[in-house]
């Protein structure tokens, strides 16, 4: 998994270079993409040097359950759900449906997920729509707008 990581974050950091300035701004357009790829590469040699900690330790691993098949696959029909419905829907709806799902499949507990789901996606929103100056979908809140 390191490894996979690490070469995304090389690919990302290789394509970044030829992103053109943007005048009149400081940052251009490759920051964020770099910041990212750096962030992306810093991770996957974390992953690649990590030992695991039970068998470190001397004590027997845990084994893979079918637990972590079906939250891995419910995170990504998440994001297959909001590609394909927040068009429609809408990001400040459709997005803390998924982060809940997500949550919830991760065994965080109710009440967190809640909090997390609704702040996560009014943060993320918050940023791209003042900060960065691109809109997300609006959906069926489009008249409210």
Request: hydrophobic share 60%; proline share 7%.
């Amino acid at each position: 998994m390191g490894i996979g990581i690490a070469a995304l974050a090389l690919a990302v950091l290789w394509s970044a270079r030829s992103f053109p300035n943007v005048p009149g701004q400081k940052l251009g357009a490759a920051f964020l993409p770099m910041l990212i790829g750096a962030g992306l590469l810093l991770c996957g040699v974390a992953l690649m040097l990590r030992r695991s900690g039970p068998a470190a330790a001397g004590a027997p691993a845990a084994q893979a359950g079918d637990e972590h098949f079906g939250s891995s696959a419910l995170t990504i029909g998440a994001v297959i759900v909001y590609i394909l419905g927040s068009d429609a829907i809408g990001f400040l709806l459709l997005a803390p449906l998924c982060l809940l799902a997500t949550f919830l499949a991760q065994r965080v507990r109710i009440v967190p997920a809640l909090w997390w789901s609704l702040g996560g996606a009014v943060l993320v929103h918050v940023a791209f729509y003042k900060l960065l100056r691109v809109p997300l979908p609006w959906g069926v809140l489009t008249p409210f707008y």
